[in-house]
């Protein structure tokens, strides 16, 4: 019974988290809808027993929707602290969220716990039960079949990383160079050092 209250519970959230995904007006919140569709998500994954799946839509979904989080909030140039007059605000709701985020994970937990949900026939399972998880069965065959291939992407990934470091890397001219003049700062005079003023609004300051 706790099982198929939790499917319904999960699968209900992620389809409600997708439709605000693409109805909320704010970008932010969008991304923030779509965290909360994988979170529900890997929790359906956790109900049938596919407990790797859930974890790479964890790990590598919602990290990767947090660096397209960073990146959006970068590129869009979004006003902070408009978004902060409205924390107090939103402050309930925001512990509304959590709770049930919460619950969520502690119903999957006890749902995971009973055991494997059915799908249909024992038969039409879509791989033999063979007295592990499907995480240390995925790993047995990834590092003892494949690991050749496993190496080679994790090998062509390191070269692509380099390869980009290495275009977006610009090298500075011979004066503009990032070295400490001992020097020139002992030579300093008090009239040349940088003076920290307030001016009012609209009024400026003088160069």
């Known amino acids: 019974m706790i099982q198929v209250f939790a499917f319904y519970l999960f699968a209900a959230l992620t389809v409600l988290s997708a439709v605000l995904v693409i109805t909320a007006r704010n970008p932010v919140h969008s991304v923030l809808w779509l965290i909360l569709a994988f979170f529900n998500a890997a929790g359906l994954m956790v109900l049938v027993g596919a407990e790797f ?27 902070f602290a408009e978004l902060r007059t409205g924390f107090v605000k939103n402050f309930p709701l925001g512990i509304a969220i959590a709770l049930v985020l ?31 998880s499907n995480v240390e069965n995925i790993g047995a065959v990834l590092y003892r079949d494949y690991l050749f291939l496993f190496e080679a992407a994790g090998l062509i990934l390191l070269v692509a990383m380099v390869g980009a470091i290495v275009l977006t890397h610009r090298q500075r001219p011979d004066g503009a160079r990032g070295h400490q003049d001992i020097g020139k700062q002992v030579r300093r005079r008090p009239e040349d050092a940088t003076v920290m003023t307030q001016p009012a609004v609209g009024e400026g300051i003088e160069l």
């Open 53 to 79: 799946i859930a974890a790479l839509l964890v790990i590598v979904y919602v990290g990767a929707v947090a660096v397209l989080f960073l990146f959006v909030v970068m590129m869009l140039n979004i006003d």
């Open 102 to 132: 919460l619950a969520e994970l502690v119903l999957g937990i006890g749902a995971y716990q009973v055991g494997v949900m059915e799908l249909g026939s024992a038969s039409g399972t879509a791989a033999p039960i063979m007295g592990r």
